[in-house]
């Protein structure tokens, strides 16, 4: 289970440029897929491996797993008698279910956050969605999108401002499916709609995994050994920047930076 989460996120952090929308996408695709990897892919898993066991020349069985009864007394409530089960079915339930149903309830939870975002923030995913609500739609989800952003007595955006501009949006917009990202630049070209250009800022900011964070975190349980426990907190930050930013720093000219360092930190007086 573990790895299979791990593998998303890999997926998912690996390309850079993925919006929220195309992970709603692709999670829901593989909640599905587990669903019906649940269903079917044991009996597909045992064609398989009885295949192989056919090449390699050996035994087809699952070993039966005995039970053992212990003894009642007179005094005490006799239990219903376990169903007999086959060690193929003994398998599937304690081994194969065991791994898929904790990963697809894993997805799930990580689905609902996904879900929260899908519901304030999808009219603005693409402009097919933005064209398809009706003015009433569109400024219930401009005020409710007002109020999720407040706090206390002021707010991100407003939603008044932000259904005007929409509206005129929706008439100069290019006739092709756009996504936030797209739709973010042909604002920025043209400096207009002010309202908008911050609502999709925000949009665009929500991280899609953690993995990110998660990677800090483990560079910093390599730079933080117990052979480094008196190192100050100022150098800790620089070490776990560098290794975390590696690929910005191999563009980094450090001789450059060395020698502005040098010319500044000159001695200045000349001893004799």
């Not at 008698?81 to 065991?98: A, D, K, Q, T």
């Not at 975390?244 to 001893?271: Q, S, T």
Request: aromatic fraction near 10%; proline fraction near 3%; hydrophobic fraction near 40%.
């Amino acid at each position: 289970m573990k790895l299979l989460i791990k593998l998303i996120k890999t997926r998912l952090e690996k390309r850079k440029n993925m919006q929220i929308s195309v992970a709603i996408s692709e999670v829901k695709g593989l909640i599905a897929w587990l669903d019906r990897f649940r269903e079917n892919g044991f009996k597909e898993a045992i064609i398989t491996t009885k295949e192989i066991a056919d090449t390699l020349n050996v035994a087809q069985v699952f070993p039966e797993k005995h039970i053992i009864h212990s003894k009642k007394f007179f005094d005490e409530r006799a239990d219903e008698p376990l169903p007999s089960s086959s060690g193929e079915e003994y398998f599937r339930v304690h081994y194969f279910l065991f791994l898929v149903d904790p990963a697809k309830g894993s997805l799930q939870r990580r689905f609902e956050q996904y879900q929260q975002y899908d519901d304030i923030f999808g009219f603005l995913f693409t402009s097919e969605t933005l064209d398809s609500l009706d003015n009433i739609d569109l400024r219930a989800a401009c005020i409710h999108l007002e109020d999720v952003l407040r706090h206390g007595e002021s707010s991100d955006i407003d939603g008044e401002d932000l259904f005007r501009e929409l509206k005129l949006l929706r008439e100069i917009l290019p006739r092709v499916r756009m996504t936030a990202c797209d739709i973010l630049n042909f604002l920025q070209e043209r400096n207009t709609f002010p309202v908008i250009r911050l609502a999709y800022r925000i949009l665009l900011t929500i991280p899609v995994t953690v993995a990110s964070a998660e990677r800090s975190f483990s560079k910093l349980k390599l730079l933080k050994s117990y052979l480094r426990s008196t190192m100050s907190q100022e150098r800790l930050n620089g070490l776990a920047l560098i290794s975390i930013e590696n690929n910005y720093l191999g563009k980094i000219n450090c001789d450059k930076l060395i020698d502005d360092f040098a010319a500044k930190k000159a001695r200045r007086w000349i001893f004799k």
